[in-house]
């Protein structure tokens, strides 16, 4: 078994980061990792408090790329993006982003809402509990399997309709199903909305990502996708790169090796890795 030396899934202080950017890298290096990413939440032209600020961009990208050079020969730092899906106010293949020349860019859905009620607004799948529940009960009535179908629906409609490199952590709305039993990941009908979201990943040829984020803020006993749906893009033959979605330094990496033997449990035998030739397969057995 092999874990990845690297990491594509990074938030630092320009979003809800902890650390800088300096900072990050710095514990990547001393670990040992070969490459990093930087992946800013982004959701231009807006900003909910969690995503990069749209007037930092030019100093994200600036800080990134001296990132770049100061650990050239040495490791590899890559200016990436985690673009939100909020349709229509914003996607990950916003023109807007093609201005800043992202290396490449996850793109996710943290944000639903009932367009039978869109005066309740949207919600995060991945806040804290609490607000969680509350965004069920007023947007959806409550009704738990709408909020879970429309989620997604929505991951669907933007793996379909928008160009990125990276799914991020394709099914989130796992993170707070403990507290709230939100689905039983037996259900056929909530077997069908993976079945259907892991087809629309393999049409589009995108990557998807083991996120181990989840884990690391003890919300998850394991990755995103669960173990079925990693089965389930494996027999349709979805590519993987391996990330922490680390907010801070400590989870840099953090649970590689769970995230490694859930891949070859799959049947997977490699993951993707970004290099200045674009994305290549790297054995992970």
């Known amino acids: 078994m092999k874990c990845p030396e690297a990491d594509f899934h990074m938030h630092t202080v320009f979003c809800d980061g902890k650390n800088t950017p300096e900072q990050m890298a710095q514990e990547a290096f001393n670990k040992g990792f070969k490459s990093i990413g930087f992946t800013a ?3 231009w032209p807006v900003t909910t408090g969690c995503e990069m600020h749209p007037d930092r961009f030019p100093e994200y990208k600036a800080e990134i790329y001296r990132l770049k050079g100061l650990y050239k020969g040495k490791m590899n730092v890559f200016f990436g993006l985690e673009t939100d899906y909020i349709p229509p106010v914003t996607t990950p293949d916003s023109p807007f982003y093609s201005d800043y020349a992202p290396e490449y860019r996850i793109g996710s859905v943290h944000y639903i809402y009932n ?3 869109a005066e309740a607004g ?3 799948v991945d806040d804290i509990t609490e607000n969680v529940d509350y965004g069920i009960k007023k947007a959806f ?3 738990k399997r709408k909020a879970v179908q429309t989620y997604f629906e ?5 793996i379909s309709s928008c160009e990125f490199d990276i799914i991020g952590h394709i099914d989130l709305i796992r993170k707070r199903n403990k507290e709230l039993s939100l689905f039983d990941e037996n259900d056929s009908w909530y077997k069908e909305e993976i079945r259907l979201t892991a087809e629309a990943a393999a049409k589009s040829g995108k990557l998807v990502e ?3 984020g989840g884990m690391a803020r003890g919300a998850t006993d394991s990755p995103y996708p669960s173990q079925y749906f990693l089965e ?3 027999s349709l033959k979805v590519p993987i790169v391996i990330n922490s979605d680390a907010h801070q330094p400590k989870h840099i990496g953090y649970e590689f090796k769970t995230a490694v033997e859930s891949a070859l449990k799959a049947g997977y035998k490699e993951s993707f890795i970004l290099t200045e030739d674009g994305w290549k397969p ?3 057995i």
């Open 41 to 43: 939440h982004s959701a």
């Open 115 to 117: 367009p039978e009620k």
């Open 122 to 124: 949207i919600f995060p």
């Open 141 to 143: 009535g409550g009704d």
């Open 154 to 158: 929505t991951e669907r409609k933007m």
């Open 210 to 212: 083991i996120n181990t």
């Open 232 to 234: 389930l893009l494996h």
């Open 282 to 284: 790297t054995p992970i």
